[in-house]
């Protein structure tokens, strides 16, 4: 290939990523960060070994300082300590990509049965959960932030999405689908899944949606000099994945309860129709053994998590 030939092909692939790169690099964050150049976010699956990070801790710095020689930054700031990513929240960011990954195993194996049923509050209902992966992936990065306020609150509209979608599925004509409100639809989901009980995820994630003085005196901390500080968010991975995880486990229910005459495959519902939860599905014993794990590290860390806005949603 030749060489101009080459560089059109590597134009159309960078100009393909668009959207898709960004979110990419928003679900695992690396930063690197100085004065003279703000905050330079990267994409840290693509970092194992650190030195992405390191090159880009020296465009930082010889930016701040003037310096026209990289190399020369590396090696006159090679003391200088560099990122360090702590084990809790990069085992937080695996059970992000776990719950991801059980997600789209369940949207690969739909194959529309043109011979079933398909009302349209199935058809509503899908259009919502296909939306939610983007509202998922929001709450996501708010955990990452350790925004958990913000994050618990993103989450609880994609639950009660995933419970509206549950409802309205019976429902054929439009005028029905409409009057059914999300915030009014957990009943669907609390006689879908009873082990564990998303009525009681709802309840911990509504008091973070509508947060009180508990929430907010988990942010009010003292200086040295005892002056009140405001934190701007606390740091609880463990609970964060296991809000995570929960969300997904749920959205595949429900999925599979709803189009499980469009799926090639159930792995999360038994009995049928009506569906239930199947409370030996596979993907409850992975969220367990991922929680307790980032729990294991949340303990051996020497970084001061702080502990969460709530008590985890257990």
């Not at 010889?62 to 020689?69: D, P, Q, R, V, Y």
């Not at 296909?130 to 994050?151: D, G, W």
């Not at 038994?270 to 980032?294: H, S, Y």
Request: with cysteine; glycine share 8%.
């Amino acid at each position: 290939m030749s060489t101009p030939d080459a560089v059109d092909m590597l134009r159309a692939q960078q100009a393909a990523l668009g959207t898709q790169a960004l979110f990419n690099t928003l679900a695992h964050m690396g930063a690197v960060s100085s004065l003279g150049t703000g905050t330079i976010v990267y994409d840290g699956s693509r970092d194992p070994d650190g030195d992405l990070n390191e090159d880009l801790r020296a465009v930082a710095l010889a930016t701040t300082l003037g310096m026209k020689s990289l190399d020369k930054a590396r090696k006159q700031f090679a003391s200088l300590p560099g990122a360090v990513e702590h084990p809790p929240r990069a085992a937080y960011i695996q059970a992000y990509k776990r719950a991801m990954s059980h997600v789209e195993s369940c949207r690969r194996s739909l194959q529309t049965n043109e011979h079933a049923p398909l009302t349209e509050g199935m058809f509503a209902g899908s259009v919502a959960m296909e939306r939610l992966i983007h509202t998922m992936f929001s709450a996501h990065v708010l955990y990452q932030l350790r925004l958990r306020i913000e994050a618990d609150a993103v989450a609880r509209v994609a639950l009660e999405q995933i419970a509206w979608s549950v409802a309205v599925a019976p429902l054929d004509d439009f005028e029905s689908v409409a009057k059914v409100q999300p915030q009014r639809s957990m009943s669907a989901m609390k006689s879908l899944v009873t082990q564990p009980s998303a009525g009681r995820l709802y309840s911990y994630l509504s008091s973070s949606a509508h947060a009180g003085i508990g929430q907010h005196l988990a942010v009010f901390d003292v200086d040295d000099d005892g002056r009140g500080l405001i934190r701007h968010g606390v740091t609880d991975w463990a609970g964060s994945a296991q809000v995570v995880m929960s969300i997904a486990d749920l959205w595949v229910v429900a999925y599979e309860s709803v189009q499980h005459d469009h799926l090639s495959r159930l792995t999360s519902v038994t009995g049928g129709p009506p569906f239930t939860a199947d409370p030996k599905r596979p993907f409850l014993t992975e969220m367990i053994d991922t929680i307790n794990e980032i729990r294991r590290l949340e303990e051996a860390d020497p970084e001061d998590h702080g502990g969460g806005t709530n008590p985890s949603p257990r």
